[in-house]
Structure formats: structure tokens, C-alpha cells
């Protein structure tokens, strides 16, 4: 059992940055790669950003590309997603997950945050 913890979120204007933190209570070799996902109001879930163990193989959503950064520093079994020039339509719930390889489909991951709220408006 991994318990996924996400913090970071907030209200912030548009162009505004955040950065979002996932603690792990461990990182697995079972589960090696952390994703990060969103859902807005009314929207399915949808693949953010992806990262593997050692953090030389990365994804992202179109969107979200040249704006977030995904990252993570296993000794302290916490990831990252900075997030810059934020848009409306960021807006959303973010989640971290761990799952077996970096893709940005749901059932590729087995363990999930709560999610943190993320609210860019002016």
C-alpha cells in the first residue's frame, strides 16, 4: 500500500505559477513512475504529466507543454509538477498517482492522492 499525499494548490491569477508537491509514504519498484492528472468541473480526468524513476523519461499533455515541469527527488519520496503561466482553464482538482510506466492513461496507475485544488482566475 502506498498512500499518496498532494499539497500546493491555490488561487492564483492568470500568467501566475504554482508548484505542486505529491509525498509518498514510499516509492516502489513495483510502481516506479509518479503522473500527475487533473479533472475540471464537468470534465473527464485527463493525463498531466508523467515521470519514471529516475527521472530521464518524461510526458506531457500538449497543454500543458513549455509551461509545467514535472520532477521528483526519490530520497525525500516527493514529486513535482511546476506550474507556470497558468491559464483559466487550468483550473481543475490535480492528482498524483503511481503507476508502471509513463503514459498518461488512468489504468497504467494503482495508487491515488485526494488532489489538490488549483483555481487560476482574475
Known amino acids: 500500500q502506498v498512500q499518496l499525499v498532494e499539497s500546493g494548490g491555490g488561487s492564483v491569477q492568470p500568467g501566475g505559477s504554482l508548484r505542486l508537491s505529491c509525498a509518498a509514504s514510499?516509492?516502489?519498484?513495483?510502481?516506479?513512475?509518479i503522473g500527475w492528472f487533473r479533472q475540471a468541473p464537468g470534465k473527464e480526468r485527463e493525463g498531466v504529466a508523467s515521470i519514471n524513476y529516475f527521472g530521464d523519461a518524461t510526458l506531457y499533455a500538449d497543454s500543458v507543454k513549455g509551461r509545467f515541469i514535472i520532477s521528483r527527488d526519490n530520497a525525500k519520496n516527493t514529486a513535482y509538477l511546476q506550474m507556470n503561466n497558468l491559464k483559466p482553464e487550468d483550473t481543475a482538482v490535480y492528482y498524483c498517482?503511481?503507476?508502471?510506466?509513463?503514459?498518461?492513461?488512468?489504468?497504467?496507475?494503482?495508487?491515488w492522492g485526494q488532489g489538490t485544488q488549483v483555481t487560476v482566475s482574475s
Open positions: 498517482a503511481t503507476g508502471i510506466r509513463v503514459t498518461m492513461r488512468e489504468y497504467d496507475y494503482n495508487y
Open positions: 514510499r516509492f516502489t519498484s513495483d510502481y516506479p513512475v
